[in-house]
């Protein structure tokens, strides 16, 4: 059998087993919460693993080796950012989270938490957060299914037509039927093979080639700077290398606001069980994170003689996989690429199920059967699924674009919000919609200026003003509420025991 029989052998046989997992969790789901949420009943390394698989898509197994491969280590700023803000968000804002959204009203998506928990009658929160989901998730569920096209049209020469419908129908499949706890299930299945792929890939890379310090050698040989951090600083002056690390680094202020990532939070079966969740998913990123940059830097030796170019350095990774690993894999290793695409996907198409049917559907004040809300959760699934396929049949979409200040809007436009809502009970309903919609159209502006961008990444101003205005108006409109006052208290004293109210 050629090479692309037994890589295609071990494709088919991953997408079964999604499959399967999604039916497991379809039999298991029987209303809303359970579709939703799994009616918050994830084990602490379910959610871990499905947080760090739905977070890093294929960035961590194409994007990060490449950026490394071409410019050193200076590169790895975003990953220390990241892994700074992913330990801030599941250390200070997991159990809070869990813990609130069960006892303002059982809010199970974010738009409802923020409207429950600032008692805004006027839905203003609810409808402005739903709708800024809506827009960002299907550009972010397209970009992913543009990314799966290009995959196969590189690996296997299939049409990009093809190759993108391919996952986007097993995509819809199991996140269609098993809602929320088949996203979590097979997001918990695809980060144990990123994270075989990414530590497997350099190990036996390096076995292979030698040494350590052999190794090493032959790195710097063909970069001087490939182990320099603060390479930044030989090119510029050092106050600009100063920003331009925190700007890269600042990549991390945006998970307190990432909606597919913190409904995690939301889903454990207890405020308490964070911590291990955190220790879990903490290592499991650490350990993918040096991975996929210890790949990179084999990468620049490997292919000293023959150096990967700027459109092919991202796929170093596949490259090594497929030179040190028998085909078939190889092809388990492809998968992971895979993986890494359709966890995010699936985990969005449900925040998107979500905005559409708790969010706005339901403050309609139509009453709906279990089964009927279920039944509009899939529906909306299809949708999305569907405009998103509409918007990726072009390969060359200019839709990758918005995905790279994405995160930006999400994190510019929800994080300080969360933050204040689960810290400061003086948060008032028009305060944070004031800064909600200052954070998001700071960060669609200075996005979009190139000048700007040049200057710091977008998130910067976009967080730091929504958090000046959330807090200013909230000074100047806030009056007591005991109702708010008591569930946040009630909050305190289950997350920490020990508080004194």
Known sequence: MSDHTFQMIAIVFYM????????????RTSNIDDYMLADRGLKPWVAALSAGASDMSGWLLMGLPG???????????????????????????APRLRSYTAIAQNAITIPSFFEKRLKDKRHLLRIGSAIIILVFFTFYVSSGMVAAGKFFEASFEWPYLNGMLFVAVITLLYTLFGGFLGASLTDVAQGLLMFTALIAVPIVAVIEMGS?????????????????????FNDTHWLLAIVAI?????????????PHIIVRFMALRSPGEAKVARRIGIGWMFLTSAGAVGTA??????????????????????????????PLIAGLVLAAVLAAIMSTMSSQMIVCSSALVEDLYNIVGRKSSPKMLVMLGRLAVLTITIIATLLAL?????????????????????????????????????????GMVTGAVTVFVWGNIDVLTGAMYEIVPGFLLNLLVAVVVSKRTYKPNPVIDEEFSQMELEVNPRTTV
């Open 16 to 27: 079964c087993v999604m499959l399967g997992i999604g039916y497991f969790a379809y039999r």
């Open 246 to 258: 925190f700007s890269t680094a600042a990549w991390g202020l945006g998970y307190f606001g990432q």
């Open 67 to 93: 950026a490394i491969y071409l410019a050193g280590l200076h590169e790895a700023w975003i990953a220390i950012g990241l892994l700074i803000g992913a330990w801030l968000n599941w250390k200070f804002v």
């Open 297 to 326: 830097l084999i990468g620049i030796a490997y292919f000293a003689d023959a150096p990967l170019t700027e459109a092919s350095s991202e796929t170093v990774f596949l490259l090594l996989s497929q030179i040190f690993f028998h």
């Open 394 to 434: 072009n390969p060359d979409s200019s839709i990758l674009d918005l995905v790279a200040f994405a995160w930006a809007g999400f994190g510019g436009a929800f994080g300080p919000l969360v933050l204040l809502s689960l810290y400061w009970r003086k948060l008032t309903a028009l305060g944070a919609f004031a």
């Open 212 to 232: 350590f310090s052999t190794l090493g050698a032959q790195i710097t040989e063909v970069n001087p700077e490939a182990f320099n951090l603060f390479s930044s």
